[in-house]
């Protein structure tokens, strides 16, 4: 198990059995002390990209920002990823374009591309003390058409949007990039190197329902684990979705 991501492996049980409500209670949180990693994602006007790279490539960034070296004991990352690792696991996905995207490239952070698509996730930090570069982008109205990509490639892991509820591509890459956290929390470290060395590539695919249910590990996440090496992300429901949904489904190559 990987020591920066440790804690997050041990809290992922414990948050699936959260009753529904129990999962967006802030009650013991100080605003100002908020933290969240943001995530932005290129949309050009012109040329937009993919729903699927985009998503692919969001998920990729946030887990290379947190196995970066830069974010282990005494790197220049380490302290404020580990206190937001610490907390929930905010992400806020913004969208850019031009030379607003071109701004935010000079942040902390790691951008990935794939096919085309890019997307940058950013060291987390306090919400209140925002760059003004990622506070004057839009939150809202990054959304992209459904698109139809073929067959997931083998090899990589395999993240699965839940088919029965709606997200927009903001709310998505959120969430594919909580799932990739998750399961690099709980992988040895081959796994982790053979991983890395194809970049944290993943695939994203909407399964069928009854593909969703049958996988879906949330009445015994060990068992899920173990079985068919799947992980699920459970959603506080601050934005979109209702407490306690299980967001996305998160499979590791056999």
Not at 51 to 59: D, G, H, Q, V
Not at 93 to 103: E, F, L, M, N
Not at 138 to 166: C, F, H, K, M, R
Not at 214 to 221: G, M, R, Y
Request: aromatic share 4%; with cysteine; proline share 9%.
């Amino acid at each position: 198990m990987n020591h920066v991501l440790e804690r997050l492996g041990s809290r992922y049980a414990y948050w699936l059995g959260l009753p529904a409500e129990a999962t967006s209670d802030t009650s013991d949180e100080e605003p100002d002390q908020v933290r969240a990693m943001p995530v932005i994602l290129r949309i050009e006007r012109a040329e937009p990209p993919g729903r699927t790279p985009l998503l692919e490539a969001a998920a990729a960034a946030a887990l290379a920002v947190c196995l970066d070296e830069r974010a282990e004991p005494g790197g220049e990352w380490a302290e404020p990823v580990q206190a937001w690792l610490d907390n929930r696991i905010r992400k806020v996905a913004r969208r850019a374009r031009g030379t607003h995207w071109q701004a935010v490239q000079a942040l902390p952070g790691i951008t990935v591309e794939v096919d085309g698509a890019e997307a940058r996730a950013l060291v987390p930090g306090l919400v209140v003390e925002t760059p003004k570069e990622v506070s004057r982008l839009q939150i809202s109205g990054s959304e992209l058409p459904p698109d139809t990509p073929g067959p997931a490639p083998s090899g990589v892991p395999l993240l699965l949007l839940n088919p029965e509820v709606s997200m927009t591509v903001g709310k998505a890459s959120a969430q594919v990039g909580h799932a990739t956290m998750i399961l690099a929390s709980l992988l040895d470290d081959a796994e982790l190197g053979a991983w890395a060395a194809r970049g944290y590539r993943v695939a994203v695919r909407t399964p069928s329902p009854a593909r969703w249910k049958e996988l879906c590990p949330v009445d015994d996440p060990a068992a899920g684990w173990r079985e068919n090496r799947v992980v699920a992300v459970r959603d506080a429901g601050f934005t979109e979705v209702d407490p306690g949904t299980i967001t996305v489904l998160a499979q590791q190559p056999a």
